[in-house]
């Protein structure tokens, strides 16, 4: 995964790091809980679709449309 200050650097745009950051609200965190980020909020979004849409529905439903609204 690319680092987002790479992308930033690429496109000459390393002035809004960190009001992007801050944006956020990742501007106060280390280095190391801003790359677990979003690593959590990958674990809450699938927790929150296994709720919405429980397992045998988007079985049922097909693997093409497993992330569509049961």
């Known amino acids: ?4 200050d790479s992308l930033l650097a ?6 809004v790091h960190e009001s992007l950051l801050d944006g956020l609200g990742c501007a106060g965190p280390g280095p190391a809980r801003v790359e677990r980020h979003p690593a959590a909020l990958e674990t809450v979004f ?19 449309t497993a992330m569509s609204l049961c």
């Open 1 to 4: 995964m690319n680092r987002p």
């Open 10 to 15: 690429a496109h000459g745009r390393l002035d």
């Open 46 to 64: 699938d927790t929150a679709a296994a709720v919405r849409c429980p397992p045998k529905r988007a079985q049922a439903r097909g693997a093409e």
